[in-house]
């Protein structure tokens, strides 16, 4: 990770409990649940929302 950039350590270091998430579905058969889906899709939203609003201010 030292020589990725910072956006892109963001971004891995923010979706990993979203593919956790999805993992454990996949794998170990966990159920999909409301609340667990709005969880996953708030951690997305955040991560690209950081992810965003660091191009805007740093152009």
Do not use: Y
């Not at 910072?6 to 891995?12: I, K, N, S």
């Not at 955040?46 to 660091?54: L, N, P, S, V």
């Amino acid at each position: 990770m030292r020589k990725s950039t910072p956006t892109r350590v963001g971004f891995l270091m923010g979706t990993e409990p979203f593919f956790g998430f999805v993992l454990a579905h996949l794998l170990l058969n966990e159920p999909l649940t409301v609340p667990s889906l709005i969880g996953a899709g708030l951690v997305l939203a955040a991560t690209f929302a950081g992810i965003w609003f660091e191009s805007r201010t740093s152009k």
